[in-house]
Nanobody
Framework: EVQLVESGGGLVQPGGSLRLSCAAS????????VGWFRQAPGKEREGVAT???????ATADFAKGRFTISRDNAKNTLDLQMNSLNPEDTAMYYC???????????????????WGQGTQVTVSS
């Protein structure tokens, strides 16, 4: 059974940092593109950052310079370090995966096959 389990969300003040983690199981993790997506209330789900099986990242413009994605293929984990958070970053954050055989590792939610349940990030003073 494929599982993606996110952790690390919470309440943080503007300007603060959080580190999200995703633990993957049930598939050959190293053969998959993985990424982070988010969805705020009333908004569509959007890509935050993805990383290919080879470790090549793609980061949304709003996240560049603030968020860093990383993966550990030995531990089947995916992390997202988020710095300089602002209230607009408040959302449910999801971990997702798609087979590298699909040939892409883009920031499009519709491309992804497997999803976690999400972890809430709230940025507020």
């Amino acid at each position: 059974e494929v599982q993606l389990v996110e952790s690390g969300g919470g309440l943080v003040q503007p300007g603060g940092s959080l580190r999200l983690s995703c633990a993957a199981s049930g598939f050959t993790y190293s053969d998959y593109c993985v990424g982070w997506f988010r969805q705020a209330p009333g908004k569509e789900r959007e890509g935050v950052a993805t990383i290919s099986r080879w470790g090549n990242p793609a980061t949304a413009d709003f996240a560049k310079g603030r968020f860093t994605i990383s993966r550990d293929n030995a531990k089947n984990t995916l992390d997202l370090q988020m710095n300089s958070l602002n209230p607009e970053d408040t959302a449910m954050y999801y971990c997702a995966a798609v087979s590298a055989a699909a040939g892409h590792c883009m920031l499009l939610p519709g491309d992804y096959t497997y999803w976690g349940q999400g972890t809430q990030v709230t940025v507020s003073s």
